[in-house]
């Protein structure tokens, strides 16, 4: 059984390296402590952890490396882990609702079949980046929300939201019932 696997038993996640741990503090999301390599050199964006940190009152253990690297579900943490809760995921409405506050037409970005972390979290960055309201996965066969691609999100998965739906096409038809234009790339497709 995988770390991973045992701290989703626990109803505990980890969010690890510096960029996704500082995107992480400031999107206001639970924490329930940071976890900091004691022998690290703090340069500029773990002083702005520890110091937001401090603000939001979130608990802050020192740890050696080797009992960090205990604690870690990744080989990448970069001297820093955050303790979460389990990554809370939106349904579709909760997408739509955000594009109708903002008064802007939805954008949604759909995934099938990506599996890959690291694939997951760099798709995540860009719906981040571009606007999008939002980004619909499948609830099987998918990459999901974890240690893996929040790290490889650089934290844009605390920025969006996140719906994992049991069936891609029953969505797809329900969206284009209310009106919305459905456009589809497949990589294996001609160009």
């Known amino acids: 059984m995988s770390r991973y696997s ?12 510096r960029r996704s741990v500082l995107e992480t503090i400031r999107s206001d999301r639970e924490i329930k402590k940071l976890l900091i390599d004691e022998s690290i050199e703090l340069g500029s964006q773990l002083i702005e952890i520890k110091k937001l940190a401090e603000n939001r009152n979130i608990q802050i253990e020192l740890l050696s490396k080797r009992n ?33 506050s903002k008064s802007e037409l939805p954008l949604i970005v759909m995934l099938d079949n990506v ?3 690291q694939n997951f979290g760099a798709v995540a960055r860009n719906v981040d ?13 998918s990459a999901s929300i974890s240690p893996g691609s929040m790290k490889a999100s650089s934290g844009a998965l605390e920025h ?16 284009k019932e209310r009106g919305f234009i459905v456009i589809g790339l497949d990589s294996d497709g001609n160009s």
């Open 68 to 100: 960090l690297e205990k604690q870690a579900h990744t080989k990448k943490h970069q001297g820093v882990v955050a303790v979460v809760p389990d990554p809370i995921y939106s349904d579709v409405d909760e997408i739509l609702d955000l594009a109708s």
């Open 115 to 117: 599996q890959d972390p």
């Open 6 to 17: 045992k701290a989703k038993k626990l109803h505990i996640a980890t969010v690890e390296g």
């Open 129 to 141: 980046a571009s606007g999008a309201h939002g980004l619909i996965i499948p609830l099987r066969r």
């Open 160 to 175: 969006i939201l996140v719906s994992r739906v049991t069936n891609l096409n029953s969505v797809i038809l329900n969206l």
